[in-house]
């Protein structure tokens, strides 16, 4: 057996007596790395899944990307470009997208007596995805828009149903910008809750017909075009892509068309999600710091309190190096145990907490409900591959002492 090892785990199998007083050392070591590890793991999960939660809302609002009129401004009454059959199986042939769909969009005013709204209507027809809508589904039905007969039913929010006082089956006037004499009423088909107010209270999905009809467009005129991908990871390599595609029509004498991107789009949400970002890694650092000076102050003890062996050991021929690795082993037998309880502690409450969801959030002020989790492996890998090495790093200071202790000075004959 290994020299190292055998004195490692001689000294780590001993039991405690009145001269060794390590072990309630050890314990207090392997509960402030676990205690570490745990914070670290629910700082990640968290922080990454509520990137991930509020990303996918906004994607679900807007898609990945946007192909609309170059010449559109920031508002929502949009120029209209015309439906190309054409261009749409170019966006199809693209691998990393998996769904194109037709928008169009109106700004309006709902009269829902004695409260006004403003709003924006978003026109949807039979090739829109209903999956984000029917996540966040919480009464009614939702019916697709089909080529038979024009819908008037609309889906609205939660937040905005109550605020306006409307309930399934309710009719409400609708009043379009700049032609306010204008009304269009609407009945009550379905309600969602994202939790994103900010949309919530501002998008309201009808049938594309009536915007095209208020809007005097013909039937081949819409907003643009979303296109869903199959990955986040392949937002800009796509938005390139799609450049050259609609570079080239404007060349053909097409409409100028613009590609954005959903970052773009919600540049102000986008912002604020890299703040998490900051916030993670701060986090990292401050418990990797605390477990590390924990461990480099309990592995001082532990040489200290084994000072005479030291020396027996150096006067029977050992050298420096390989003392120090026998405390390096006992090190890192400590910070095993220690990340293997912070796995379990931290791993559990992120599993509790996705299952059950039993902190909850309010959703005007985080934009989710409950606090979300994005448990990821290879999240978890590296945070116990960092605090590990990381830790054994700065402990190769503290094994240094080990070359100060003299034979002569620590070995004592009774």
Not at 2 to 17: C, D, G, H, Q, V
Not at 112 to 120: D, N, R, T
Not at 208 to 222: A, C, E, L, M, P
């Amino acid at each position: 057996m290994n020299f190292e090892l055998f004195i490692a785990k001689r000294i780590i199998s001993s039991k405690p007596n009145k001269n060794n007083k390590t072990k309630p050392l050890v314990g207090t070591a392997i509960i402030a790395i676990a205690l570490g590890l745990t914070v670290m793991i629910l700082s990640v999960a968290i922080l990454t899944g509520f990137k991930k939660e509020i990303t996918a809302k906004l994607v679900g609002f807007s898609s990945h990307i946007q192909v609309v009129n170059l010449d559109n401004n920031t508002s929502f009454e949009t120029a209209p470009i015309n439906a190309d059959d054409n261009l749409e199986k170019q966006f199809a042939e693209i691998p990393e997208i998996i769904h194109v769909q037709r928008f169009a969009t109106k700004a309006a005013i709902i009269n829902a007596k004695p409260e006004l709204q403003g709003i924006v209507l978003k026109g949807i027809d039979d090739s829109y995805n209903y999956n984000f809508l029917s996540r966040f589904l919480i009464s009614g039905e939702i019916k697709p828009f089909n080529d038979s007969t024009i819908s008037d039913e609309v889906i609205i929010s939660e937040s905005l149903a109550s605020l306006l006082k409307l309930k399934i089956g309710d009719r409400m006037r609708t009043y379009f910008i700049p032609e306010t004499r204008a009304a269009r009423p609407f009945v009550v088909g379905a309600i969602y809750s994202t939790g994103l107010e900010e949309f919530d209270r501002l998008i309201v999905f009808c049938d594309i017909r009536h915007i095209q009809k208020v809007s005097g467009w013909n039937d081949k005129q819409i907003t643009g075009y979303e296109l869903i991908l199959s990955d986040d990871k392949y937002l800009e390599t796509t938005a390139e892509k799609l450049s050259e595609i609609t570079v080239n029509k404007l060349a053909e004498g097409g409409d100028g068309l613009d590609v954005q991107t959903v970052r773009e789009i919600s540049a102000g949400f986008f912002d604020f999600l890299k703040l998490t970002d900051t916030n993670v890694w701060v986090i990292l650092a401050l418990m990797i710091l605390v477990s590390g000076f924990n461990m480099v102050s309990g592995l001082l003890i532990l040489i200290i309190n084994r000072t005479s062996m030291i020396g027996i050991l150096k006067a029977l021929g050992a050298s420096t190096r390989s003392l120090q690795k026998v405390f390096l082993i006992q090190a890192a037998y400590i910070i095993s145990i220690g990340l293997f309880l912070g796995n379990l502690l931290g791993i559990s409450i992120c599993l509790i907490q996705d299952w059950f969801k039993i902190i909850p959030l309010d959703p005007a002020s985080y934009f989710v409900d409950t606090v979300p989790i994005n448990l990821n492996p290879i999240h978890i890998l590296l945070l116990n591959f960092g605090a590990l090495l990381i830790t054994l790093v700065m402990l190769v200071i503290p094994s240094g002492i080990i070359s100060k202790i003299s034979p002569a000075k620590t070995i004592k004959f009774d």
